[in-house]
């Protein structure tokens, strides 16, 4: 090559990478910043992207919305994210722990690795395990003890669809108990709790922030956390690994821009999460919530993405899950 010609190529490759180096910079210079949720409102993901997006509005100065897209288990919304311009104005805020599960067990539109960057966990809270008022039991012993009874007549609301990790949470607890239960697919926590109130579903593992306030309010018997130890804020709740050794589900949520997002904006945006779950309210927030934030970085984020794909085809394998 010429040096006139490598000059030439050297100079348009400069002019191209101007605009987004610019552009990066003068992040955000449009509205609106879209949360995408996959999941009906009033669920975990629903309640922590509202509280985020009114914090990122108020300090950017930019509207940060929330859209609902809910179906399959997270993965309608998650797919419209994956083929969204990797411009910094459309993420996912969801239960990641779905979209490791989500490959065994779906045959999916976009690629968990390829289509996504990770930009910040959230945080996690376990998963509750409650039962309908109207259910004869006030701990697990004693749930262990009716299902058995009564085979089959027990209804699990499977909260995020079928193939959700509170679903793989059902699906574990009855395997390693020996009961037997109906799963019945919800599109989203907040739908399942209205019929477990409504005593409509009988039981179910669901996310602390949409759960817990029903349980303080009476309308639900809550058994056992699904954290590897008693968690925090119920002391006086024991662990499903109690009785069942080495259990452990929970919801952690991570929030995910399009593969190609610009580095300096995933980190931009990585940093506003810290910020927010650090503010003094936001954390007596999360903290009455019962989810506990995360310090991943982006980079650990995704290595955490990567080591749990196949820890939960493991699951999968083992435990013998379909969607039949």
Known sequence: MTFARRTLCLSL???????LASWAQEWPAKQPIRIVVPFPAGGTSDVLARLISLKMTEKLGQN???????????????DLVAKSPADGYTFVLMDVGNLTISPSLYKLPFDVIKDFVPVAMVGYSPHLLVVSTKVPANNIAELVKYAKANPGKLNFAAAAGMGSATHLA???????????????PYKGGSQAMTDL???????TFNGMVATYPHV??????????SSAKRFSELPD????????PNFLTGSWQGLLAPAGTPTAIVNAVQAEVQRITALPDVKEKLQTLGLEPSKMTSAEFAAWIKAELPEMAQVVREEKITLE
């Open 64 to 78: 940060v919305v929330v859209e609902n897209r809910a179906g399959s288990a997270g993965n309608v919304g998650a």
């Open 237 to 244: 709740t024991p662990a499903v690994s109690e009785t069942v």
């Open 216 to 225: 303080k309010a009476g309308k639900l018997k809550l058994l056992a956390v």
């Open 13 to 19: 490759g400069a002019v191209a990478l101007m605009p």
């Open 170 to 184: 059902g699906v574990q607890f009855a395997r390693r108990n020996g009961i037997q239960w109906n799963y019945v």
């Open 197 to 203: 109130v409504g005593g409509h579903m009988d039981v």
